[in-house]
């Protein structure tokens, strides 16, 4: 593991080790899945810090606002392909007042009136979203008014009731439920933040020409191939920062800027990739030749 961390600091900041690098035969798949299983373990520890909790509170305080919100004098039962209810006068739920005052679409978010017929006069007439009538129920799908209406012919034979206590008795059960579901949702963030990350191989094939061009100005020879394996390593300090980003935004705000990825393995790239200091071997001096003088003997009487 410390190897790992030794890593990931020698690719942030390292002249020495990418001059090693480049023309080394060692490949960077091993180390960027190592990285994002690294980095989407931290984003998830850090998720789920903020999420098991704030989802218990939501669960608990949201149950408790649905049991209240039902009314609690209105029992519709369903029997015969037919809705009736404890009272013959249309039941009407008004949308909720807005904090800013602004007037809403239609006065009524539901109104259930056995007595009317499922249409879009009806609906209108209603001045609401939903409609439920005894055989079907009418609704707006859009904001363009287009108008859906539904027969209750799909529950077939059912027979059910709904009281506030029906409603309280199903979220009391079903709170539970989800309250232990929702670590689950961490499995998905981890494999989430993970493959995003290890993604980036393919966005390494087009920042691999960032490093190409940085290298061409640096004079550091190497090639695509070289240059794509660089990259994956490069593009550590990226990935840090979008982490770091990323857990940011989860408790608040987070500053965003265009290109920032592309920019930050530029600086990278800048910062890192030099030329390599190669001293030239000098050559050992040649003595000069100097031509013989061929020996001249007196002739022999």
């Known amino acids: 593991m410390s190897n790992i961390f030794a890593r990931i600091g020698q690719s942030v900041f390292s002249p020495k080790f990418y001059s090693e690098l480049i023309p080394s035969k060692q490949g960077g798949f ?5 990285l994002s299983l690294l980095l989407a ?16 509170v939501f669960l608990d305080q949201g149950g408790k ?7 609690k004098d209105l029992v519709v039962k ?45 609906l209108d007439a209603a ?10 129920v009418a609704f707006r799908q859009d904001t363009q008014g287009q108008v859906r209406i539904q027969d209750f012919s799909a529950l077939g034979d059912q027979k059910f009731e709904i009281s506030q206590s029906t409603v309280k008795s199903w979220i009391d059960s079903t709170v539970p439920k989800l309250k232990s579901a929702a670590p689950m949702v961490l499995i998905f963030v981890f494999l989430w933040s993970f493959m995003s990350n290890f993604g980036l191989i393919l966005y390494a094939l087009l920042g691999a020409l960032i490093v190409l061009v940085v290298g061409s100005i640096k004079k550091v020879s190497m090639g695509y191939g070289r240059a794509y394996t660089a990259t994956l390593y490069l593009m550590t300090l990226p990935l840090l920062v979008k982490t770091i ?13 265009p290109f920032l990825f592309s920019i930050l ?32 003997q007196p002739p022999t009487v």
Do not use: C
């Not at 091993?30 to 190592?34: A, I, Q, S």
């Not at 606002?65 to 009314?71: H, M, V």
């Not at 530029?266 to 030749?289: D, R, W």
């Open 127 to 136: 001045d609401t979203f939903v409609l439920v009538t005894k055989k079907a």
């Open 41 to 56: 373990l931290v984003y998830t520890i850090a998720m789920g810090v903020w999420f098991v909790p704030v989802s218990r």
């Open 78 to 122: 369903f029997a015969d392909g037919e809705i009736s209810t404890n009272s013959d006068a249309p039941y009407i739920i008004p949308v909720p007042a807005d904090e800013k005052g602004t007037k809403p679409e239609h006065a009524n978010a539901l109104v259930i009136d056995t007595t009317a017929e499922a249409s879009q006069e009806a």
């Open 265 to 296: 393995l530029l600086v990278a790239a800048v910062i890192n990739l030099k030329a390599s200091a190669v001293a030239p071997v000098a050559s050992a001096p040649v003595a000069p030749v100097t031509p013989s003088t061929p020996s001249v």
């Open 245 to 257: 980003l990323g857990i940011a935004a989860v408790y608040g705000t987070a500053p965003t800027f």
């Open 65 to 71: 606002q649905l049991t209240e919100a039902y009314p």
């Open 30 to 34: 091993g180390y960027l899945f190592k």
